[in-house]
């Protein structure tokens, strides 16, 4: 049985991992440590704290003496890291908090690791959970991003994130560590905070405000649902090896108007308004350093471990639309904390 140690597993897709490893694998130990920032709720995971094997902590990963005391207490032999500061456009206005999370969090992660599991075990995992975003921007005839692809960031938050890349991988080379890294396509299902494109769309429209669109709409993502994400991850813990990257992503590239106006058009059916949502949908000025295009190619991971999305973009954006109808509730609470 596996000792985990989740890091912001009270984020969108740290609380879903939770729920899943939870459920397959109830006999696992699974420690939480989240700083409970903005995006971080512990009502992501009612129901969770009932599990006999579950504790949450209250503390942040830039915090060395902690996480090697609940190393050492917990005896952990697996780390997941979520814990990240990931909303490219809060990079932009204020980009200290993304260095202090991300990489010097990432490098706190690592250096108690490294003191507490000493000799290193082939039991023990260290997994470090990135974005498509190091990789830069697609033009849109290339070829998606492979694991061989060579960063290039182009955001304070993706800068970050290539930083603490770097330093999973020289602790790897430099010290033996057992590292995994997944780089995932863009996330979205149940508990994403509602910054992001798909769930401000879904509220933006039922609470009849503008649903604003960067640009000309016309930037393309590859969309991945959360749950396939978990599974990924899943794969990579079991049968992943040691040191090695695994893209992780949907192969489901979209524009952003075009998603915009999937929901829209959904919305009209199942909560009708006085007037179409699409209505509501405006352009507004598009972000600095907006990359116009990624992609993920995920055969690495199918190939290798056997993995393969079980959604496609109509099904999950489906199952989303219907738990943000259905969460009202948490929406407002969650708001009401940022």
Known sequence: MRRLMVTGGAGFIGSNFIRYWVEKYPGDRVVNLDALTYAGHLENLEGIEAASDYRFIHGSITDQGLVEKILAEEAIDTVVNFAAESHVDRSIVAPGAFITTNVQGVFSLLEAAKSVWGEFSPSQRFLH?????????????????????????????????????????????????????TNCSNNYGPYQFP???????????????????????????????????????????????????????????????????????RLDELQPAAASYREQIGFVTDRPGHDRRYAIDASKIQRELGWTPSHDFRSGI?????????????????????
């Open 195 to 265: 910054e992001k494109l798909i769930p401000v769309t879904i509220l933006k429209a039922l609470a009849g405000e503008p649903i604003p669109v960067y640009g000309d709409g016309k930037n393309i993502r590859d969309w991945l649902f959360v749950e396939d994400h978990c599974r990924g991850i899943e794969a990579v813990l079991n049968s992943g090896i040691s040191g090695e990257v695994y893209n992780i992503g949907g192969d489901n590239e979209w524009e952003n108007i075009d998603i915009v106006k999937l929901i829209c058009d």
């Open 129 to 181: 959970v990135s974005t498509d975003e190091v990789y830069g921007s697609l033009k849109p005839d290339e070829p998606a991003f492979a694991e061989t692809h060579t960063y290039a960031p182009n955001s304070p938050y993706s800068a970050s994130k290539a930083a603490a890349d770097h330093l999973v991988r020289a602790y790897h080379k430099t010290y033996g560590m057992p590292v995994l890294t």
């Open 318 to 338: 489906e199952k989303t639309i219907q738990w943000y109808l259905a969460n009202r509730g948490w929406c407002e609470q969650v708001s009401k904390s940022n």
